[in-house]
T-cell receptor, first 111, second 119 residues
Framework: AQKVTQAQTEISVVEKEDVTLDCVYE???????LFWYKQPPSGELVFLIR??????QNEISGRYSWNFQKSTSSFNFTITASQVVDSAVYFCATNTDKLIFGTGTRLQVFP | EPEVTQTPSHQVTQMGQEVILRCVPI?????FYWYRQILGQKVEFLVSFYNNEISEKSEIFDDQFSVERPDGSNFTLKIRSTKLEDSAMYFCASSEGGYGTGTSLYGYTFGSGTRLTVV
């Protein structure tokens, strides 16, 4: 069965620090997607990235970057030079037929 | 970018009452989902729906829950006889293809959620 583990329950950093959110997934399928979502205090789920299991290239989007390591079943998310607006809960997820979420990491960025 | 629309954004209901949460998925999407998030917890899968029938449901989705696509555009979640523990945010999502496939960048498009409070 699919499973996503986000071992970090809560992380606190000071603005401009870099921060990495860990995600480890389990799946028996060879084809799957990996996702990250941001959930700000307003409650909606904001899509950040979708990665196909065949594409192990790392991705960078502005201050965000993702490191996909199939060998360790990890899909970690790094925010460079964090800002107060990055404060939110971040969910990693994976799917085969349905999307399964991890428990989330609450990131607090202090000024 | 097309959106999934959920109404109402917030609903308060008395314990034991029936509630219907409404969703309008993206028009060319064929797969529909409901998820639940109890405050401070993870987002949990409830049910998936395709071709006018439930394709999969979780253990949470017991007999008090039902889903329907009554008119080809709306997708509803009904909770009969609500309990206090049904208080949560309910998210509707849709996808073009199964397994989150399709031309959309997002795979799954989520609505903004309905916050249900049972008192």
């Amino acid at each position: 069965a699919q499973k996503v583990t986000q071992a970090q329950t809560e992380i606190s950093v000071v603005e401009k620090e870099d921060v990495t959110l860990d995600c480890v997934y389990e799946t028996r399928d060879t084809t799957y997607y990996l996702f990250w979502y941001k959930q700000p205090p307003s409650g909606e789920l904001v899509f950040l990235i979708r990665r196909n299991s065949f594409d192990e290239q790392n991705e960078i989007s502005g201050r965000y970057s993702w490191n996909f390591q199939k060998s360790t079943s990890s899909f970690n998310f790094t925010i460079t030079a964090s800002q107060v607006v990055d404060s939110a809960v971040y969910f990693c997820a994976t799917n085969t037929d349905k999307l399964i979420f991890g428990t989330g990491t609450r990131l607090q960025v202090f000024p | 970018e097309p959106e999934v629309t959920q109404t109402p954004s917030h609903q308060v209901t008395q314990m034991g009452q029936e509630v219907i949460l409404r969703c309008v998925p993206i028009s060319n999407h064929l797969y529909f989902y409901w998820y639940r998030q109890i405050l401070g917890q993870k987002v949990e899968f409830l049910v998936s729906f395709y071709n006018n029938e439930i394709s999969e449901k979780s253990e949470i989705f017991d007999d008090q829950f039902s889903v329907e696509r009554p008119d080809g555009s709306n997708f509803t979640l009904k909770i009969r006889s609500t309990k206090l523990e049904d208080s949560a945010m309910y998210f509707c999502a849709s996808s073009e293809g199964g397994y989150g496939t399709g031309t959309s960048l997002y795979g799954y498009t989520f609505g903004s959620g309905t916050r249900l409070t049972v008192v």
